[in-house]
């Protein structure tokens, strides 16, 4: 027995691929969605602009105005972003996620699979970075993004290294997102960065001990075979 759409969502599918496009569009249709499929970024604004959608399914490569364009308009005031790209194109899916997109999955992508980002997405809220000021608070403390100053609620500042306050903007970029160490890299150091898993290891390990707030609780919990996720709300200072 399928679970219901949350609150009857509206999912727009962006692909000019029309088999693509009617398959996911039928599929979500069918699992309780209200769902519409658009060829190009210009068929999609139109939709937008005649109702708002909940989530957003944007290929990466389509004929006029890319994926990646695309998904630096809509994280400004538009529905969260799913990416769909093809195998392979991994700067690219890092770059849609450095613009803001919820999420991504490489193409062809199993509907079911879809299905499950897309409700996850839909359980965080969209997902969207909550740094529209220049300071947020994680739990009792406060990271400061303009300065790369950490200080807990009675003021006491925590020096953090540039590798680590990189790795801390990027969860608090992608609140509730499990992130791999791979993810972790390449949005922290770049896609050239060289991969070394234990740096990682390393600096999340120094950043929960500076994030400590004695309640025994890891403020960036690890998700066993996945990767690590920040645990707490991330809030407007």
């Known amino acids: 027995?399928?679970?219901?759409?949350?609150?009857?969502?509206?999912?727009?599918?962006?692909?000019?691929?029309?088999?693509?496009?009617?398959?996911?569009?039928?599929?979500l249709i069918r699992q309780g969605f209200q769902a519409e499929g658009a060829a190009d970024a210009r068929e999609m604004d139109r939709l937008l602009a005649r109702s708002s959608a909940d989530i957003v399914v944007l290929d990466?490569?389509?004929?006029?105005?890319?994926?990646?364009?695309?998904?630096?308009?809509?994280?400004?005031?538009?529905?969260?972003?799913?990416?769909?790209?093809a195998m392979g194109e991994d700067t690219d899916r890092i770059v849609g996620l450095e613009l803001g997109a919820a999420d991504y999955l490489p193409k062809p992508c199993n509907p079911r699979e879809l299905l499950a980002r897309i409700r996850a997405v839909l359980r965080r809220g969209g997902d969207r970075p909550q740094t529209g000021g220049q300071a947020v608070w994680l739990g009792a403390f406060r990271l400061d993004l303009v300065r790369r100053e950490l200080t807990d609620n009675q003021g006491s500042m925590t020096a953090l290294s540039s590798g680590e306050f990189r790795l801390l903007q990027v969860f608090v970029e992608r609140p509730g997102r499990i992130l791999t160490r791979d993810q972790l890299l390449d949005l922290a150091h770049g896609p050239t960065a060289e991969s070394f898993d234990r740096a990682v290891d390393?600096?999340?390990?120094?950043?929960?001990?500076?994030?400590?707030?004695?309640?025994?609780?890891?403020?960036?919990?690890?998700?066993?075979?996945?990767?690590?996720?920040?645990?707490?709300?991330?809030?407007?200072?």
């Open 202 to 237: 390393v600096q999340i390990s120094r950043l929960r001990k500076k994030l400590d707030d004695g309640t025994g609780r890891d403020v960036i919990e690890t998700v066993r075979g996945e990767g690590y996720r920040l645990a707490v709300q991330v809030r407007p200072a």
């Open 1 to 27: 027995m399928k679970a219901p759409a949350p609150a009857q969502a509206r999912i727009l599918v962006v692909d000019d691929d029309p088999g693509i496009r009617d398959v996911l569009t039928d599929y």
């Open 60 to 85: 990466l490569m389509m004929p006029g105005e890319d994926g990646l364009s695309v998904c630096r308009r809509l994280a400004e005031d538009g529905p969260p972003v799913i990416m769909l790209s």
